[in-house]
Each structure stands twice: as C-alpha cells, then as structure tokens.
C-alpha cells in the first residue's frame, strides 16, 4: 500500500529574559544547582506569580513575525501531572485562551518547491526543573534552577509530509526566534527542543491514523532520524495488520530508535482550568501595534533583498540568511571587498563554513574576520593570487598568520602575471616532454592537461592558469 | 450525570489521593450531587457571555524582568525532607 506521512511538531523554545516567567530568580544557564529556584519557583506555600513583561512582550513579536493573531486577552491555566521536577503538581500554561493564534510559515524545500505550513498556537507557560537519575542509586536527584524559565510552546498544524519539511520548518521557526532576538536557540543547553507527532495513512485518505508523539528531540539531525524511525515502524505494523498505539515515546539517539515512554491514556488528562493566581492578561492594541514597527528584518524579507541586491541564487540566500550571524558576516565582507558577491557567498558557504563546522566555532568568533576574508577576496579579484593559492591562505589566516598581503609577503605567494616568465617555464615543460608533445600533436587533446598541470607544479601553483593555457595552446600549435 | 465508583478511583489516582475502598462508593454519590448542582446552569443560556476566568474584575500586573532574588538555597534545603550535593532527594524515579 502506498502510505502517506502526517507530521505535526510542538516546539519549546525558552525565552532570553534575565528574570524567570513569574518570580524574580534568575535564568542563567549553568549555576550551581538549585542556587537560583527561589520560593515561588519551587512553589512553597503563599507564594504569588507576577508575570513577567518581556515574556509577554517576547511572545507577541513572535506572533507578529508568523502574521498569527495576537490575542488582546489571553489566560493562564494549571496543567496538572505530577512528576518530582515540576513542585507545584501543575504545570502554569495557556489552555482555551493562548497568546498567540492562528499564524503562517513558508519554507523552501531542496527543490525549491515551496510550501506553507500553519501554526495553530503558541502560547507561554513555564519550564520544569531537571532530574538527575544517574547521580545516586536509590534517590533521583532534582535541580529547579530551570524551574519557571518562560517559554513559548510552538504548535503547528499536521501540515507537514515528510521529514525533510518538518526538518525544514523546524530551521525556520529557529532562525526567527534568533532574528526576533527572543532566545538563544541553543539546542544542546536545551533553549530549543522539539516533540514530533508523526501519523500514517493510506495515500487519499482524508481521515488522519493514529499518531506517536515522540519527545524532547534537541537536534535537527535527532528530529530527522526519529521521524524516519517512527515512519518504518508504523508502516511496518500497520501492514502486519497490527494497530498504532496512541502513546508518547523516546528518541534513543545512541541506538537511533524510538520507544515507548507512557500510554497516552493517563497522561493526557490534565484536567486545565484557569489559574486563580493569575488575572487575564490584556495587551494594549497600541502595544502590538509599537512592536509591530520594532520588528527587524526577517529571514523571508532578508533572502528577498539578497537575491535582487547581490543577484544570488536562491540556494545561496537561503543559506546564508538561515543564521542572522552567517548573514551578517557576509554583508561585511560584500562591503569591504571589490569581488563580486557570488564569489563572498562561495567562501562564506564553502571554505568558511567548512572549518567553522569542523572547529566548532560559531561565526561570530571566526579567527578571520569580515575583513580579512574581504582582504583575500580582493587578491583574487586583482589577480594576485590564484584561487587555489587563496585557499592556503585561508588556511594560514584560519591559523592566525596574519592578513592576506602579510601571508603573501611572507611565503612568496604572489601569483605570476608576467608573460614572459610564464613562457619560459611554458617552453621548458614542452621541452621536457617529447613523447607526450607528440602524443597531443597526433590528436590526443587530452594530453594538454597533463602540461598545465606541469606549468603549474614547476611554478608552485603561482602561474596564472588562464594565461598557463592560452601560452600552451600557443605554443603547441 | 452520575459519576461512578470507577471515575473516582481514576480522579483519586490522578491526584494522588489515596482513598479507602469503603468510601468509594459515598464519594461517588456526594461527587454525582455536586455535578448535578452544576448541571442546573447548563439551562441558562449564556450565548453571549464571555467566559468568567477570573472573579475579580481586574487584569493581570506585570513585573519588570529583573533578577530581585538571590541564591537561598541553604534555606529552603533545611526545611526539605532530604538534600544532597545541592540537589533535592526524591525517591527513584524510572521513565
């Protein structure tokens, strides 16, 4: 049978305030356990939740940034589960009355196909605390220091058919959160997470299967191979004839598989009802409207400009807009450099992106800078140097040899320009290889690559190669 | 709509209350009295009312987000019933 995948995904994204979502404690990563979860964190009798301004404030640009509708009057609700990281026994969410509604996404797919995904809601609510089970062997032990860090849960629509598009969506819901500046983003501390409600059905059927909802996956690699997994092994039970349990499971990245965590069953009544210690909260329309003007240029609106400013493919844009950082580099290097912008965006997406990827470095402590790169740029554009040649350089200036001129000095890499120094290193490789001369005279053309390749070695990859062939066709004529 | 021995066991469970086998059978009767209480206002037509989510007649304040607490962990780990290492003890708990 041909089955078709039904992909929705919930995303958490924690907010970058410095002040927990309603109390006073702190929200930087890393401190000592349990020094920055203060009584209403760990929800000790009497205590009052103040919700906190720019949460409220955090979460609209997001909905102004995904055209959702944002609610002028919106609630807060008590999810309540009882598990030791979460004090209170409930969990403050939204429920019926979110924050923000009914928004949009488009993303660009790896054939350029594009297609737009909903968001149904995004609404704040707090994070729970973390527990510690390899720590002691009879006691789980509990850090609360999370405990209250605001986030923005992210519901989609069951829009998405297949991985690629939820990896897809996933990338831009990320990279719009980092340009709104409302959070790192950081998956490995846990800024990011995603949960992925993954269903099969026949192809044409209009009525959705039973779905998974597989957890807490802090990856876009993690979300793709889970999603995969789930997919095989639903298809692989539904054509056994078997039937999809409704049930949350766990992403083993070690094992690259999926399993069962809880049924659905007792988990999913969390009996919510509007918390007494929380009013509705109003937001101003003249509120929404003064961050509507504040909204900075989007990633959308930013490959837009890039493809008509600097005349660069869609791939190319797409690419380096993705990080607000990559992009930003990118521009400083166009405006420092004469070469043109296709060739800044191949460094930057190539050789650039390579040893940052290799080094674990993030773009904004790049060892060469915006201006170094532009510098070497430049060298290539006048004909200093050759491409090939640019790349050692990138190297010594990745090792922190200096700015290009000062490599160049240094290791005599200025390429060769000179005609007459050309020919003679020419005339000496023809004179040097008889048989093969005779070989490219009788007609194998194939041969005349061997001889560059010669003019080259014997120059050090100095010569300039367009000069190199244009002096060999000459002269082998 | 009465509720039955079964739904107060599973309420009971989810609240982790923990409930006598002999009294199952009165909660149901007095729960089933609330609910049908309740149910009384299912005849009033509230079509045009917006949803009461909160008595008071107010909206909620909001705080500036500054850090206004420090560290009192040593406190609050005094009066847990058992602390380690920083940490808050509970009993094993196995996803």
Known sequence: MQWETVIGLEIHVQLATNSKIFSGASTAYGAEPN????????????????????????????????????????????????????????????????????????????????????ITRAHLEEDAGKSLHEEFSDSTGIDLNRCG???????????????????????????????????????????????????????????????????????????????????????????????????????????DETRSMRSKEEANDYRYFPDPDLLPVVIEPSFIEELRKQLPELPTEKITRFKQEYDLSDYDAENLVMNKETAKYFEEVVKNSNAKAKLAANWVLGDLSAVLNQDD???????????????????????????????????????????????IEAKGLKQITDSSEIEALVEQVINDNPGQLEQYKSGKDKVFGFFVGQVMKLSKGKANPQQVNDLLKDKMK | MPITPEEVLKIANLARLQIKQDEVEQYAIDLSSIINLVEQMNAVDTKDIQPMAHPLDATQRLREDKVTENNQRDKFQAVAPSAEKGLYLVPKVIE
């Not at chain 1, 998956?187 to 990011?192: T, Y």
């Open chain 1, 35 to 118: 020094t920055q979860a203060c009584a209403v964190d760990l929800g000790l009798p009497g205590v009052l939740p103040v919700l906190n301004k720019e949460a409220v404030r955090m979460a609209v640009m997001f909905g102004l940034a995904v055209d959702a509708k944002v609610a002028e009057r919106s609630v807060f609700a008590r999810k309540n589960y009882f598990y030791p990281d979460s004090p209170k026994g409930y969990q403050i969410s939204q429920f019926e009355l979110p924050i923000v509604e009914h928004g949009t996404l488009e993303i660009v797919l790896g054939d350029g196909e594009r297609k737009t995904i909903g």
């Open chain 1, 361 to 407: 470095i993030e773009i904004n402590n790049c060892p060469v800078s915006a201006g170094m790169l532009a510098g070497l740029l430049d060298r290539i554009e006048d004909n200093t140097i050759s491409s090939k040649i640019a790349k050692e350089i990138f190297q010594a200036m990745w090792s922190g040899e200096g700015d290009v001129d000062a490599i």
């Open chain 1, 149 to 255: 860090t605001p986030l923005i849960e992210i519901v989609s629509e069951p829009d998405m058919r297949s991985a690629e598009e939820a990896v897809a969506y996933m990338k831009k819901i990320h990279s719009i959160v980092r340009y709104l500046g409302i959070s790192d983003g950081n998956m490995q501390e846990g800024s990011f997470r995603c949960d992925a409600n993954v269903s099969m059905r026949p192809k044409g059927q209009e009525e959705f299967g039973t779905r998974t909802e597989t957890k807490n996956l802090n990856s876009f690699r993690f979300v793709e191979r889970a999603i995969h997994y789930e997919i095989d092994r639903q298809i692989d039970v539904l054509e056994n004839g078997r039937e999809i349990v409704q049930e949350t499971r766990l992403y083993d990245a070690n094992k």
